[in-house]
């Protein structure tokens, strides 16, 4: 194992050099107002969501799928709870867990469109994308002359979710949590190898005996269920909801994971590279909010460190693959005959 | 006898299935040729994106940029009808620039992404931003009008017989598309790079310069686009041609495409964007809420798009089935 | 099912708050090095791109002053992000476009607590701060309805095109136009559809429209620019003129097509003079001693709407059109 | 020998878009012998087993398990009865290391979680059980094709199961690990496994089997005893015409006549994969080029095509530099038959009419711009033709067809055109014998019509069979070449295994 362990760790390390290069680099034009305590933990704070969706995400996409529904489904569940909180007396904890059975269901939802009705990923979930966001307005607290409503959620139980302990918030402790587990599952469950099986080649693993449909059902539920624990934090610290809540959240976890060096095309990638994809954009965002500039530099900027990162870490990589393909060979010779 | 060919046909059946359910919901006004024309011209603009990009979906890529794209370079052709004047020369001397601006930005995407082998959702999704922060600066987040010359404005709105000109537009384009990815070696090599681009490499296939060409392709028609854009709302804004991506992406799906590349055509393309343009259309006569639109449109297109997976497994089943009795009847008999 | 009554909301001290209630300190804003943010709901809209203008209009005499503008991307979570940061930075002020109230209104609550005064624009949080400048919707809507039954004879179909739903602005605006309209018992609403506030989406769903209702008489748009789509759309369709088209905002696309008699009418409100109303009120606050603790409701500054029709476009000065 | 069934597969029914695959199959297979499943390419073999191990569904029939009739649904079912199967499109999964390949759905657990310390030992003592070249902590994809095999052995050997099915196990495989398999299959018939064995090389059928099935176009064609195993009638039976025996334990080589065609000097790569690499083709010449599996062969004639760049050397052809890459060598009359043909060597969701004219769009007449339909079906039906391509329909997808014949699209788009040096990696791997010979009996034809042939093979039997001259690669490098002698099988395997050389393990 050690050629690869070294391989990937120095990939890895790639990767957090550059974002701690660009650590650097705000912290160079931005000074105290990016550099202290209080930034960093909101800069995580900002990212845990994304994070956590993440995790689901980057199985789906593991397994050659992709998840558009996510902004969507975040508002279904988010819905369901707060009609629970409006009209019903039911416990805060039950009301968490209605919500996180609505994302399961949601999950499972998608899960056999893509996999049992056939029904390419993209546009499977474009299609419930709108089916929850409409199952979303139709459930939506309304006024008497039908306008939709923000709902509010300020019961303190609930909304202690968005605050912190110290400069560390729940919803990062949580993101560590879902990053860990969802890392361990990954590499260490026979789920996880299956979900790299199934993206590498479906053909193949159904000849190794995978259950192929089944795997790709089970990765799109956890989806469901990453949503709605994202759903709980992101309510919880804007203590409401809305109808419109995590309209083009979508692309955020999907950005993350491919910056953090998922393929689309399936069979890599794993859960640190999105941990480090969201806080990379994360850091982007909160950077440049920093730098006093016109939104719409911003935007350029954005967009031009993205590709510079990605083509710094491709030239790099390019490097370290021939430099362990050499070794690689040298290292054969001995086995060969 | 020619048998029919169900696995083909099962477009046509949802197609022209879906023309009669309108037909008999809301005879007077959805069977008009008025209307037919109102159906083309709101998806002409996705239609001419699709045309184009199709290519790069053909190659195993994406662009997420044309829609931002589209509004970079409507801002362009309208910048310099503003500034220049309104006369046609301007016209002519900004649709030019504008398509320098597709096709350049294209380019650009194309020589990133083959260059530093990067996957083309990260070149493209931050392309995407580039393009609206550069339309944010040049315009200074207002609206541009170009309410004149009538040059400009027909491009949007001007009728030929009875139908609007991006309708024609669109079938331009679209032929210009299946002849080159039908009948010419172009089009040939991009099948084969996205349906196994090692093994075209080493068939002699410059796999690079087909993929930027593609994406240059895809520029173009995102300009085109554009410009019709500005045209029919004789404006031009930063949020332009915003959200397009995803429509053309919709629209290519449901038509056949397959987004892992080699898979797909542009008849079905078309199909695909006329679809789309059904539904709008019927769920706009028939006045669903806006806010249940999308659950209509989702269980449509996946009711659609499982109809015509499961066909393919359906027919191929039966007719295997009806094979194996018949040989079954000659063992016996 | 009855509403909770028992459980008590609280905004107060939860989440976000930290626990430290910094006391006001008083700036001289004409002399001290102050920064204000602007933190809009989406800046590539031109209202929202006129606010800022007028914001930094308003503060361009002095050079001790910086603006910053922050884009909300349309989303209330993009917002809640982008204020934390502004709080973190120790803003002076904050001039802030909700894109929900209530959404935004535990980062207001924090903000003030911070000591930094929040004055919103046109969308009221849902939290006591310092003050709200709103152009009216409800009452504009109501305008535009009577406006449009008097120029309809007061019967015949109208039909209105919205915008995004769940936004609580344009919700408003079209809840006073529904109410007004129920008054004039010859009038039917007979369809509303959205058009996301675009204009190239309008124009397809006013193609529907007068596919579907040949004898529509009046669309009200929730906004000028799908006003000015739908009046695009009829001018295709050969009835320039014939249907009473309203927007609202009264931007300068929307006054000229009311000129050249596209479109019948529209609420105009002066964004500029909005935002720097709402840039005057901040430089105020940031010099003025009391905080929001004093206030029992945010006070309100209203910017009267203006109904503008064929007949008094022309008293809109160009230096006002926006 | 227990005659008891283990085995038994009635009135098998299957056919793909209303053409019939199998006609009435019957197949059965007896506790502990091991069964040679035989036929041309596209007979059925494959469907066959895949219809056994349920990953295709039956039209019609009925499948038995120790005698009682059973419904397989899905290769986890197979498993369960203690069938397992090395499959000839090979399913490992490329971004998975080799232990996790091998011990894929049975990873080793600790505590719930994939206990991989112990994978890895597990998989190691395997490999060193059986010597196969391999580290449990390669990632697959790095892998040649001969490894990939090994490890789909392996994993199908890691099952402990009753009944192990081998797809063509050895078509990538050089002689000393197919040796080393055929000690295994020895040994596990002794424990009383049962082994199905598919493959088109002839001489390990007849050494390894106990009983024959022949499939001739999805019919059964004749079931022998050991005793009944006649190789001239074999080949009968499978291909329905008659074949002349060569005999092939020696050849004598030719030397050296004719003008140089493709001369390569010092080639080096850049991950030292092949070191100083210089040799000679001549006009009408086939040269073979010998080697164990991962001496280096496939990247020297990869960097001569120009897939790969070398780091530095030259190539040199009819004395002209060439700076290689693709296009330029088709054009300069250069074609290429990869190793790894389902990668690199066909698209699969073309048609056989595609993929020919792929390389050929310079032969293939334009109106315009377009191509001339009609021409490129032309050229598609010559290939076929030339090289009898089954089905001979030139618009179905090359990815649906059986192996061999993907083999032959691959092979038959460089016979439409005028060439001047044909390079084939492994060129009948997985080849019936007819088909061999018609292969064979090409690269003859072409060698006399002037043009320069390399051939890289591990059969052995194949590299004496075709070639002219001989050379024979180690760890990277030329150890040795023959010409103008008479060479046998074993002279070359001791050059491949270095012990000609004096050079010891
Ligand atoms: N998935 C499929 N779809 C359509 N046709 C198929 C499919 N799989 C196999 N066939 C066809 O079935 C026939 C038998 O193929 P099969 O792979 O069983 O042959 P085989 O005996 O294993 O040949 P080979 O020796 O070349 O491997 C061939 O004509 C092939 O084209
Ligand atoms: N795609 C690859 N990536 C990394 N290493 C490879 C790759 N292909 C082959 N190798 C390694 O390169 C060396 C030479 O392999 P090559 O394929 O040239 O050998 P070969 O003699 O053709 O053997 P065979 O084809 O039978 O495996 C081997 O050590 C092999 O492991
Ligand atoms: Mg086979
Ligand atoms: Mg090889």
Redesign the interface.
């Known amino acids: 194992m050690k050629r690869h362990i070294k391989q990937s760790t120095m990939r890895r390390l790639i990767s957090l050099a550059m974002l701690l290069a660009l650590i650097a680099l705000f912290g160079v034009l931005g000074g105290m107002s990016f550099l202290s305590t209080g930034n960093f933990s909101e800069i995580f704070r900002n990212a845990s969501v994304v994070a956590i969706v993440g995790v689901g995400v980057t199985y789906v996409i593991i397994t050659s799928g992709i998840d558009l529904s996510t902004g969507s489904m975040m508002a279904l569940v988010a819905m369901t709870m707060a009609n629970i909180y409006a009209y019903t007396l039911l416990p805060i904890w039950s009301m968490i867990l209605i919500g996180i059975a609505v994302g399961l269901v949601a999950g499972l939802v998608n899960g056999i469109i893509v996999a049992k009705l056939n029904v390419p990923e993209f546009i499977g979930t474009l299609a419930t994308l709108g089916i929850f966001r409409a199952l979303t307005y139709l459930i939506a607290i309304t006024d008497a002359n039908g306008v939709i409503q923000s709902q509010p959620l300020t019961v303190p139980e609930y909304t202690v979710l968005g605050g912190s302990i110290g400069a560390v918030f729940y919803v990062t402790v949580a993101m560590a949590i879902f990053v860990i587990a969802g890392e361990v599952v990954l590499k260490y469950t026979r789920f996880g190898t299956n979900l790299y099986a199934v993206g590498a080649n479906k053909k193949s693993a159904t000849l190794s005996g995978i259950d192929v449909p089944r795997t790709r059902m089970i990765a799109y539920v956890i989806v469901g269920f990453c949503v709605a624990v994202g759903s709980v934090f992101t309510t919880a610290r804007l203590q409401s909801t809305t109808a419109l809540l995590g309209s083009g959240f979508e692309f955020n976890p999907i950005a993350a994971a491919v910056i953090g060096g998922v393929s689309l095309a399936g069979g890599s990638g794993d859960i640190i590279g999105t941990l480090i994809g969201s806080v990379f954009m994360a850091t982007l965002e909160n950077g440049l909010l920093k730098l006093h500039m016109n939104t719409a530099f911003q935007y350029i900027i954005k967009g031009i460190v993205i590709v510079a990162v990605v083509i710094f870490d491709s030239l790099y990589r390019k490097r370290m693959d021939r430099i362990a393909k050499e070794h690689g060979a040298q290292a054969e010779e001995g086995v060969g005959a | 006898m020619k048998k029919i060919d169900w696995e083909k046909m099962s477009k046509p059946i949802i197609l022209v299935g879906a023309i009669i359910i309108l037909s008999v919901l ?1 005879p007077q ?1 959805f069977l ?1 040729a ?2 037919f024309a ?1 159906v083309l ?2 998806v002409s ?1 996705i239609g001419i994106m699709t045309c184009g990009t199709v290519f790069v979906f053909l190659a195993g890529g994406i662009d997420l940029s044309i829609g931002t794209l589209a509004g970079l370079s409507a801002i362009t052709v309208v910048e310099i009808i503003d500034k220049m004047g309104a006369t046609n020369a301007s016209v002519i001397i900004g649709i030019i620039a504008a398509l320098c601006v597709g096709a350049f930005a294209g380019m650009v995407h194309g020589l ?1 992404i083959t260059r ?4 083309a ?3 493209t ?6 393009y ?6 040049i315009t ?4 541009v ?1 170009a ?1 004149e010359p009538a040059l400009f404005t027909s491009i949007g ?1 001007m ?1 030929i017989l009875g139908f ?1 000109l991006p309708i024609y537009l669109m079938i331009i384009i679209a032929l210009i598309s299946w ?2 990815l039908s ?3 172009f089009g ?2 991009i ?2 790079v996205g ?2 681009p ?9 796999v690079s310069k087909d993929i930027v060409l593609c994406y240059v392709f895809s520029g173009l028609t995102a300009a085109i686009g554009g410009i019709v ?1 500005a045209s ?4 031009g ?4 041609g915003s959200g397009y991506e ?1 429509q053309v ?2 629209a290519a ?2 038509g056949g495409v ?3 590349g ?2 797909g055509t542009v008849p079905g393309c078309i199909y695909g964007v006329v679809i789309m343009g059904l539904i ?2 019927g769920l ?2 028939m ?1 669903v ?11 449509v ?2 009711i659609a ?2 109809f015509d ?2 066909q393919h ?1 359906d027919q ?1 089943r039966k ?3 009806r ?2 009795e018949q ?2 009847g000659t ?1 016996s008999s | 099912s009855g509403e909770r009554t028992e459980r008590t909301d609280s905004t107060a001290n939860t989440g976000d708050t930290p626990t430290t209630t910094s006391s006001k300190i008083k700036k001289n804003p004409y002399t001290e090095d102050i920064k204000i943010a602007y933190v809009a709901h989406d800046l590539s809209t031109p209202n929202n791109q006129a606010w800022l203008e007028g914001i930094e209009r308003e503060c361009a005499s002095w050079s001790n002053i910086v603006i910053q503008s922050f884009n909300g991307e349309s989303s209330a979570e993009t917002q809640t992000q982008v204020m934390a940061d502004v709080i973190n930075q120790e803003y002076d002020a904050i001039l802030l476009q909700c894109s929900d109230g209530t959404a935004l209104a535990p980062s207001v609550q924090q903000a003030e607590e911070a000591g930094i005064p929040v004055i919103t624009i046109n969308l009221d949080a849902a939290t006591v701060h310092s003050a709200l400048v709103m152009a009216v919707d409800y009452d504009a809507g109501r305008m535009a309805a009577d406006k449009i039954a008097d120029q309809i004879g007061k019967e015949g179909k109208v039909a209105i095109i919205q915008g995004v739903p769940g936004l609580t602005r344009t919700d408003n605006l079209e809840r006073g136009f529904r109410e007004t309209i129920a008054n004039y018992p010859g009038i039917e609403i007979v369809d509303a559809q959205s058009a996301a506030f675009e204009k190239e989406q309008a124009i397809t769903v006013m193609n529907s429209f007068l596919q579907n209702y040949p004898d529509l008489k009046a669309v009200f748009a929730i906004n000028d620019a799908m006003a000015e789509g739908a009046a695009l759309a009829a001018q295709s369709a050969d009835k320039k003129g014939q249907i009473v088209i309203w927007g609202a905002d009264g931007e300068k696309d929307a006054l000229a097509m009311i000129e050249s008699g596209d479109m019948a009418g529209t609420i105009y409100t002066n964004s500029w003079d909005e935002g720097s109303t709402a840039a005057k009120i901040a430089l105020l606050m940031i010099g003025s001693e009391y905080s929001y603790t004093v206030l029992s409701e945010t006070p309100q500054v209203i910017m009267e709407p203006i109904v503008v029709t064929a007949d008094n476009v022309g008293s809109i000065p160009e230096e006002d059109r926006w | 020998m227990s005659k008891e069934l283990l085995l038994e597969a009635n009135h098998i029914y299957k056919s793909f878009s209303g053409i019939p695959v199998l006609h009435d199959v019957h197949f059965d297979v007896r506790r502990g012998e091991v069964h040679a499943l035989m036929g041309e390419n596209g007979a059925g073999k494959s469907t066959l087993i895949k219809i056994i191990t349920g990953i295709y569904t039956k039209d019609a029939g009925q499948i038995s398990w120790e005698g009682k009739p059973v419904e397989i649904n899905s290769y986890q079912d197979c498993l369960n009865l203690g069938i397992s199967c090395i499959y000839q499109e090979l399913s490992v999964i490329p971004p998975l290391t080799v232990a996790q390949n091998v011990y894929l759905r049975k990873e080793p657990l600790r505590a719930g979680l994939i206990d991989y310390n112990k994978m890895n030992s597990m998989t190691q003592q395997l490999i060193d059980l059986y010597d196969f070249p391999l580290k449990p902590t390669t990632l697959v994809e790095d892998l040649g094709m001969g490894q990939r095999q090994l490890v789909e052995i392996l994993k199908g050997l890691s099952n402990d199961s009753k009944l192990l099915i081998m797809d063509e196990p050895t078509s990538s495989l050089s002689g000393k690990e197919a040796e080393s398999l055929f000690g295994i299959i020895c040994k596990l018939r002794d424990q009383g496994v049962s082994i199905i064995y598919i493959s088109h090389r002839l001489e390990e059928v007849y050494r390894l089997s106990d009983r024959l099935t022949i499939l001739r176009d999805g019919k059964n064609a004749a079931v022998l005893e050991k005793d009944e195993i006649i190789p001239k009638m074999v080949i009968e039976t499978m291909i329905g015409k008659e074949m002349e025996e060569v005999d092939d334990s020696s050849k004598e080589l030719r030397s050296d006549e004719g003008p140089v065609c493709l001369e390569v000097k010092s080639l080096t790569d850049s991950a030292n994969r092949f070191r100083n690499i210089s040799f000679q083709v001549r006009h009408g010449e086939i040269l073979g080029i010998g080697g164990l599996i991962g001496a280096g062969r496939t990247e020297i004639v990869r960097a001569i095509y120009g897939v790969d760049k070398a780091a530095s050397g030259e190539v040199l052809l009819d004395d002209e530099r060439l700076d290689p890459n693709p296009a330029l060598s088709i054009s300069k009359g250069i074609g290429f038959v990869p190793e790894d043909r389902r990668k690199q060597g066909f698209i699969p969701l073309l048609s056989t009419v595609k993929n020919v004219a792929l390389t050929n769009y310079d032969i293939i007449k334009r109106t315009g711009m377009a191509i001339d339909e009609n021409d490129e079906l032309e050229l598609s039906k010559k290939a076929i033709e030339a090289i009898d391509i089954r089905p001979a329909d030139p618009q179905k997808e090359v990815g649906t067809m059986s192996g061999g014949n993907q083999q032959k699209v691959v092979l038959g788009k460089w016979l439409v055109r005028g060439l001047k040096l044909l390079i084939v990696d492994e060129p009948t791997a997985g080849i019936d014998v007819g088909a061999k010979a018609e292969i064979y009996s090409i690269l003859d034809q072409l060698a006399s019509d002037g043009v320069a042939v390399i051939v890289v093979s591990s059969d052995l039997q194949e590299l004496l069979r075709v070639s002219h001259r001989i050379i024979v690669m180690r760890k990277g490098g030329i150890v040795r070449e023959f010409k103008d002698e008479t060479v046998t099988q074993a002279k070359i395997l001791a050059a491949m295994q270095g012990v000609e050389e004096g050079e010891k393990r």
Not at chain 2, 125 to 130: G, H, W, Y
Not at chain 2, 237 to 240: D, L, V, Y
Request: hydrophobic residues 40%.
């Open positions: 809301r006004s008009t008025n209307n109102n011209w709101s603009v990133i530093f082998n990067i996957p959702f990260l070149v999704f931050a392309a995407q931003s580039v609206l922060g550069l339309s944010m600066v200074n987040n207002r609206i009008s309410r709105s009728k609007p002849f080159s009948r010419t070696t040939r090599d099948y084969a349906g196994n090692e093994a075209s490499e080493i068939s002699g296939v410059h854009l029919m709302t004789q404006q804004m930063a949020s332009t995803t992406i919709t799906v449901i397959s987004l892992l080699g898979v709008n259309n706009n006569l006045s809420p806006s806010t249940q639109s999308g659950l209509v449109q989702g269980v297109i996946i798009v499982a997976a499961l497994q191929s007719k295997v089935k094979i194996s040989i079954k063992a």
